[in-house]
């Protein structure tokens, strides 16, 4: 798979709105596509899935593939499983002109390849400041002090003997996701444009038990959480935030931390930008005010047209993208297709899901399958016949709260465009009739 980092321009593009696909003509057009005679299958191509009429025996399903004709690999040939050699273009990517080293950068989640709501470990967006901390789970220790009745240190195995353990599944967001298409459309790929985001299930005990051991003391108002990296990585979060639903986490998707994800022990900041959610956990310190860290106030701050700065704007707010068809999974065949994408809040829950095929000139209500939970990912489907016209793909999210998930003109009209952070606006994929799809926008 290239990697389609080649920055673009915004401009406008034709539009058109296929028609949507009914069960009576799915069945139809596929029933094409399965010409049988003699018990020989006849191949299936062509536009509608229909075999030409001189087409011969399918050699991948009449003789007996080598695969069939000999025993595989055995049961542990791979003590921990991995994909298959099939799949390896299927991987996390680096656009190396982004940052100065990769050390303090990031590598972007293949969105346009799955499917489902849970990001494979393998394949979670990293995001360093200072590099990956490789920490030994016996040394590794969490301090909890400041405005606190007793300063305690936990090891690993004291954080896995609380009690409250809990399991919960939650999107991981970084603030700067889609920040270089806040000037226009650039990076051609969803990988690139929303690939700053993964959702898993954490295993962890709430944060709040730590602080009701410790005893918060009346003027405690906020906690600044610490990671053991080279960047010392520091954010300030609100106590009520820290006893809400912040988790002390150990285990992603049922098992140990990735080390590039903050083994052993990371901080769930459940909807809040993925800067807060610090990785290799060293400490959390209880204080009256918030600390005025560098990724606070030089970083993560969002620069008005006005010369202002948004501070603390610690939620992500409802977003989408259709993952396919988009620019690394374009389009390959005319009739029956699945549009697919996915939708997340930090205020809540995905309520509804709108797709237009013509820019935004018309949407229809795409069907939401799988769990849907608050600050969690969640999927959604379109199936629609398509007829080789150009389109114009957008989708739009609204969550649990009523809030709509805005256009980027709208989002430029009250917040310039000096910043690179909380960028929710919605995506625009033209598909053209040959099936190949690229980043625009719609003017």
């Known amino acids: 798979m290239p990697d389609n980092t080649v920055p673009r321009t915004g401009h406008s593009a034709g539009n058109g709105a296929a028609p949507a696909l009914s069960r ?3 069945l139809s057009v596929a029933g094409q596509g399965a010409v049988v005679s003699a018990g020989v299958a006849a191949a299936a191509t062509g536009p509608l899935l229909a075999a030409p009429a001189a087409a011969g025996p399918d050699p991948n399903i009449v003789p007996v593939p080598n695969w069939s004709k000999a025993l595989g690999a055995g049961v542990n040939v791979n ?3 991995k994909p298959s050699k099939f799949e390896k273009d299927v991987v996390r990517r680096e656009v190396t002109w982004l940052t100065a080293s990769s050390e303090s950068s990031v590598s972007f989640t293949p969105l346009y390849a799955l499917d489902g709501t849970i990001t494979p470990n393998g394949l979670c967006f990293v995001r360093h400041h200072g590099g990956e901390a490789e920490i030994d789970p016996d040394k590794y220790r969490f301090m909890v002090h400041g405005l606190v009745d007793r300063e305690l240190v936990f090891t690993l195995e004291d954080i896995k003997r609380m009690p409250g353990r809990v399991n919960r599944a939650y999107f991981l967001e970084c603030a700067a996701n889609s920040g270089m298409e806040w000037r226009g459309a650039q990076l051609n790929g969803c990988q690139f444009t929303h690939g700053m985001i993964h959702n898993v299930y954490y295993t962890g005990v709430p944060l709040r038990a730590f602080l009701d051991v410790a005893g918060v003391k009346p003027k405690g108002k906020w906690v600044l959480a610490e990671g053991a990296d080279a960047a010392v990585m520091t954010r300030s979060i609100p106590i009520e935030k820290a006893l809400d639903d912040c988790l002390v986490a150990f285990a992603m998707n049922g098992e140990a931390l990735r080390p590039e994800q903050g083994y052993p022990v990371r901080l ?3 909807g809040w930008e993925g800067n807060m959610w610090v990785k290799w956990l060293r400490r959390i310190k209880v204080g009256d005010q918030p600390w005025q860290q560098r990724e606070e106030t030089s970083k993560y701050t969002d620069l008005l047209a006005d010369g202002r700065s948004r501070r603390f704007t610690f939620i992500m707010d409802a977003k989408s993208v259709v993952t396919s068809p988009s620019p690394q999974a374009p ?3 005319k009739g029956p297709t699945v549009l ?18 013509d820019g935004g000139r018309n949407w229809t209500t795409a069907r939401i399958e799988g769990p849907n939970t608050p600050m969690s990912m969640t999927r959604f489907y379109l199936d629609f016949d398509w007829g080789g016209e150009e389109l114009m793909v957008q989708s739009r999210a609204m969550d649990d709260t009523g809030y709509v998930q805005p256009t980027k003109q709208e989002l430029r009209a009250i ?4 910043s690179i952070y909380h960028n929710n606006g919605i995506q625009t994929w ?12 719609v003017g």
């Open 79 to 81: 003590p921990y499983g």
């Open 268 to 270: 769930v900041v459940p």
């Open 430 to 441: 033209l598909v053209r009739s040959n099936g190949e799809t690229e980043n625009v926008e």
């Open 340 to 357: 697919t994408g996915i939708a997340w809040s930090g205020r809540g829950a995905i309520r509804r899901v709108d797709v237009s095929l």
């Open 331 to 333: 389009l390959k065949q």
């Open 415 to 418: 917040r310039g465009t000096n």
């Open 24 to 26: 009576r003509r799915f």
